[in-house]
């Protein structure tokens, strides 16, 4: 079955490895016969801090009005991003605090310590690089950055299943290694 994909590289280089797996998971999912839609964060126009939080008024730029608009029309949705710090990049956290917001992602009920999920039917991967071995990031670190996107914003949102591949350690791979990498991006676009 034919699905709608929208990869977001959320990397602020697209000559990154993080920009080479998204361009793999595209060529595979093409391949596969998937519609794929590209968004690459660094080239879009946003103020990525949400000044005055959920009480705020803050209109969302061109930019983030067509990055709703096809995270609306995608039944899947692919990230691409590195752990810096143990969570995703600056630019990649602005972007959700700008786009996943109330009425659009979620909804408080009135009353109630309950929300609705609001892009609920969608499903999403995230292709995570990291300078640490995974094992480390899980063992010693205990994951906070793959718990932040999986649990506390997408299926928070409704988004699930959210499948996590984490390719490192980055700094002492060799071109083998990150030519396997790109291989399991490739054959996950085929897959989704």
């Avoid at 793959?146 to 649990?151: D, E, I, K, P, T």
Wanted: charged share 20%.
């Amino acid at each position: 079955m034919s699905r709608k994909i929208l990869i977001v590289l959320g990397h602020p280089r697209s000559d990154s490895l993080c920009g080479a797996l998204t361009q793999r998971y595209a060529d595979g999912a093409a391949a596969a016969g998937h519609t794929v839609r590209m968004m690459r964060l660094a080239d879009l126009r946003f103020d990525p801090i949400l000044h005055g939080g959920y009480q705020g008024s803050q209109p969302l730029e061109p930019d983030l009005q067509a990055a709703r608009e096809a995270i609306t029309w995608a039944d899947h949705l692919v990230f691409a991003y590195p752990i810096w710090w143990g969570a995703m990049p600056a630019l990649l956290k602005g972007f959700i605090d700008r786009v996943f917001l109330p009425g659009f992602a979620f909804k408080y009920r009135e009353g109630s310590p309950f929300w609705d999920r609001l892009l609920s039917g969608r499903s999403a991967e995230l292709l995570v690089t990291m300078d640490s071995p995974p094992w480390y990031y899980w063992l010693v670190n205990r994951m906070p950055g793959h718990h932040q996107m999986r649990r506390t914003i997408l299926e928070f949102s409704g988004i699930k299943p959210v499948r996590i591949h984490s390719f490192g350690s980055v700094k002492t791979s060799t071109p083998a290694q990150r030519e396997a990498w790109l291989a399991k991006a490739e054959q996950r676009g085929r897959l989704c």
